[in-house]
């Protein structure tokens, strides 16, 4: 299990792009679920993408479809998510959450899972 960091936040006006990384610690994201979730202030976290690292699988909430891309660098050792045509509504804290599986066909929101300190992304009318 690794510890993820997250970067690469900030603020933008709507219609502007954005990429957050969220990296291994030094380490590798192997056979790992790796997630994107975010929280507005007074809102309920939710799961926006998630990537399996061993078989490439990639999931994408409805609300970021086609706007959003999640990858991972070939070591293994970053995943990204490139933000698009970036809305008011895409403002909040962004983590990243990771959890030990055999799939990622869920949410990695375990015991085992790990979460990062979270990145702010503004996006501005």
């Known amino acids: 299990q690794v510890q993820p960091v997250e970067s690469g936040g900030g603020s933008v006006q709507a219609g502007g792009s954005l990429r957050l990384a969220c990296t291994a610690s030094?380490?590798?994201?192997?056979?790992?679920?790796v997630a994107w979730f975010r929280q507005a202030p007074g809102k309920e976290r939710e799961g926006v993408a998630r990537?399996?690292?061993?078989?490439?699988?990639?999931y994408y909430d409805n609300s970021v479809k086609g706007r959003f891309f999640i990858s991972q660098d070939r070591a293994q050792s970053a995943v990204y998510l490139q933000m698009n045509s970036l809305k008011p509504e895409d403002t909040a804290m962004y983590y990243c959450?990771?959890?030990?599986?055999?799939?990622?066909?869920?949410?990695?929101?375990?015991?085992?899972?790990?979460w990062g300190q979270g990145t702010q992304v503004t996006v501005s009318s």
């Open positions: 959450a990771t959890e030990y599986r055999h799939s990622c066909s869920v949410w990695p929101t375990g015991d085992d899972a790990y």
């Open positions: 030094g380490n590798r994201f192997i056979n790992t679920c």
């Open positions: 990537i399996w690292t061993l078989g490439g699988n990639t």
